[in-house]
């Protein structure tokens, strides 16, 4: 089993995250932000991973040190899980749409992290969400992750339908890229690591 069991403890937030990339897409989420757990639920169920993210974070300032460090320890803890990347596809991308809305994620499981990061919100919150702290979580899932990723929201009017179907793209191309290749169990790279 792939699995992992993270935690990150610090004046501002407690965090622990368990990962199984084998899982069923089952989750159980308490950040305190329903509308982050919404976002978190569909990378678990579209990528078919299990993901228990349990957070008490400084929320009485605002939710940035608990998105961030969200992001942070579920970037650990997927890194973990996917140990030295041995048979897996390295690649994925998916686009996913939402009605009016259009995203694109792709990812490589390069060893070296990157963020590119394409994404005018239409609003600038989705209830009492901040959105721009999406481009947040997702540094500090590359960051400690060691993975490359371009997220690109292509079209869309509707923030909450912009940010849902770059967290199903994001599920879907993690999914792709960590599935494991029955053709090989060699590290997909030609220096032979990553």
Same mark, same amino acid.
């Given at each position: 089993?792939?699995?992992? @069991? =993270?935690?990150?403890?610090t004046?501002?937030?407690?965090? $622990?995250?368990?990962? @199984?990339?084998?899982?069923?897409?089952?989750?159980?989420?308490? =950040?305190?932000?329903?509308? +982050?757990?919404h976002?978190?639920?569909?990378?678990?169920?579209?990528?078919?991973?299990?993901?228990? %993210?349990?957070?008490?974070?400084?929320?009485?300032?605002?939710? /940035?040190?608990?998105?961030?460090? *969200?992001?942070? $320890?579920?970037?650990?803890? !997927?890194?973990?899980?996917?140990?030295?990347?041995?048979?897996?596809?390295?690649?994925?991308?998916?686009?996913v749409?939402?009605?009016?809305?259009? #995203?694109?994620?792709?990812?490589?499981? #390069?060893?070296?992290?990157? !963020? &590119?990061?394409?994404?005018?919100?239409?609003?600038?919150? %989705?209830?009492?969400?901040?959105?721009?702290?999406? /481009? &947040?979580? +997702?540094?500090? +899932?590359?960051?400690?992750?060691?993975?490359? !990723?371009?997220?690109? @929201?292509?079209?869309? *009017? @509707?923030?909450?339908?912009?940010? &849902?179907?770059?967290?199903?793209?994001?599920?879907?191309?993690l999914?792709?890229?960590?599935?494991?290749?029955?053709? =090989?169990?060699?590290?997909?790279?030609?220096?032979?690591?990553?």
């Open positions: 089993m792939r699995t992992a @069991n =993270t935690s990150r403890d004046l501002e937030t407690q965090i $622990t995250v368990a990962v @199984n990339l084998d899982g069923s897409g089952q989750s159980t989420l308490d =950040t305190g932000l329903p509308f +982050f757990e976002m978190l639920d569909q990378v678990a169920r579209h990528g078919r991973l299990d993901l228990d %993210v349990h957070a008490k974070g400084d929320l009485e300032i605002d939710a /940035h040190h608990t998105v961030e460090d *969200v992001g942070i $320890t579920f970037g650990q803890a !997927l890194g973990e899980a996917a140990g030295d990347r041995r048979g897996i596809y390295r690649y994925g991308h998916a686009y749409p939402l009605d009016e809305a259009l #995203s694109r994620v792709v990812i490589d499981f #390069s060893g070296r992290p990157g !963020l &590119e990061w394409r994404v005018d919100f239409a609003r600038a919150r %989705v209830g009492d969400f901040d959105v721009d702290l999406l /481009h &947040e979580f +997702f540094q500090g +899932f590359v960051n400690h992750a060691g993975v490359t !990723l371009h997220v690109d @929201n292509l079209h869309g *009017v @509707n923030a909450h339908h912009q940010a &849902e179907t770059i967290f199903k793209a994001f599920g879907r191309a999914r792709a890229a960590l599935e494991p290749d029955p053709r =090989t169990f060699d590290t997909p790279s030609t220096k032979g690591t990553l």
